[in-house]
């Protein structure tokens, strides 16, 4: 049966010593084989996004590894002899004579080619014979055409940094689109910041699932739950989680001092983070400006008042600098601890940390929004809600005590 756009994918079984070779001087073969695995696992994830006809080109172990490895909803195929070049015109080849009417091939050393990429591709290919995505190496991370184009894949010097080039002159001929340049992994100083997650807990069995599903869809991320105490069962969701009966300030200190990633993202159990939140993070952060950065702010459900809530929270968030811990902060470790961490305070330790990181530089909102539990507006309204938040700020502002807020916050 004919199919429209068919994905296939390029990658290698993880056996150490025999993947990603250039890294094993800095990261060992098996962290080296282990970074191969995580980079395909996180590219297959992507390409299942994409709505199109999944195959997988492997080469480095038989059929069943494979399946066993990346799952049996797939399609498999051994990449067979020949150079890439070779390999690459064979796979075009056999899905153009299937029917296929856009093939798009892509490897698994770039992990910021998200699903979103994937897609534009194929839209790509509706106005264009081809369609490429420059890697900054002078290769290409995606190639897509709408027909047989075997000259593309001939006499090319493959892992040349002239391989970008030498495919546009011999596409010449051809309707090119071309994408966003992004990096392959391939030398050490490639491989993205690590990113540490650091979720405060108490209580949270029904919102943390959801909450660390789309946290694990992000790539060289590590996850930190840190539990106040629960007794309804979060903690056996993470069991190899930490526990920390010090009130949340201490539950996010705690879990930076165990993070092991260069940057940090604080965010609550009951926020769901945006599709590509990962790569928004590293992006904002690449500006040695910006000393932190928060997403935009979105509640979950539909209640009385609740575009209001949502308009006023982003309006101070981008136009006064002062983000809130529900809205996903973000920063540089180094940042975290030349700013000493969250303040020992039993309540508006994130309102205070913000304030003092605001000396370090910019604090940014990105437009992309978390989307958080709509409970406590639902459940106390979104006048008494607001209302009680601006008198807590105003008290801080009096210097009233910590102690005494808390208080006043938790008996209203």
Request: aromatic letters at 10%; charged letters at 25%; hydrophobic letters at 35%.
């Amino acid at each position: 049966m004919p199919y429209k756009n068919q994905l296939i994918l390029f990658t290698r079984f993880p056996t150490p010593g025999k993947t990603k070779t250039r890294l094993i001087p800095h990261l060992g073969a098996e962290r080296a084989a282990q970074l191969q695995k995580e980079m395909t696992g996180y590219t297959v994830r992507q390409a299942r996004k994409s709505g199109s006809e999944v195959e997988i080109r492997f080469t480095g172990s038989s059929l069943e590894q494979m399946r066993d490895w990346l799952g049996e909803d797939l399609h498999y195929a051994e990449q067979g002899p020949g150079d890439l070049g070779e390999r690459m015109e064979r796979a075009f080849a056999d899905h153009f004579s299937a029917g296929a009417e856009r093939v798009v091939v892509i490897g698994s050393d770039c992990p910021a080619n998200d699903g979103e990429h994937m897609e534009k591709a194929f839209r790509e290919l509706e106005g264009s014979e081809c369609v490429i995505g420059p890697a900054n190496d002078g290769g290409y991370y995606l190639i897509g055409l709408n027909a047989p184009a075997p000259y593309l894949f001939q006499g090319m010097s493959w892992g040349d940094e002239q391989v970008f080039e030498q495919t546009m002159n011999a596409a010449s001929a051809l309707i090119v689109s071309k994408l966003k340049p992004l990096n392959d992994v391939d030398l050490f100083d490639d491989i993205p910041p690590r990113i540490s997650v650091v979720i405060p807990t108490l209580n949270e069995m029904e919102t943390l699932p959801k909450t660390l599903e789309k946290v694990n869809e992000g790539f060289n991320i590590e996850v930190s739950v840190v539990d106040g105490g629960s007794t309804d069962g979060t903690c056996s969701i993470i069991p190899e989680g930490l526990e920390c009966l010090d009130g949340r300030a201490a539950q996010q200190n705690r879990g930076a001092a165990s993070a092991t990633g260069e940057i940090l993202v604080f965010l609550h159990a009951d926020t769901e983070l945006p599709d590509g939140w990962d790569w928004i993070v590293r992006d904002a952060l690449s500006d040695p400006s910006v000393a932190a950065g928060a997403f935009s702010f979105k509640i979950a459900g539909d209640f009385l008042g609740q575009k209001f809530v949502e308009n006023s929270t982003n309006w101070r968030s981008k136009k006064i600098g002062l983000p809130y811990g529900d809205q996903g902060l973000f920063l540089c470790r180094e940042t975290f601890d030349r700013a000493g961490g969250f303040p020992d305070l039993p309540i508006m330790e994130d309102y205070a940390f913000v304030r003092t990181l605001r000396r370090y530089g910019k604090i940014v909102t990105v437009p992309h929004p978390v989307i958080t539990s709509g409970r406590r507006w639902q459940q106390h309204g979104v006048f008494k809600v607001t209302v009680v938040n601006k008198l807590m700020i105003l008290g801080y502002h009096l210097g009233l005590s910590p102690e005494r807020l808390a208080r006043f916050y938790r008996k209203r």
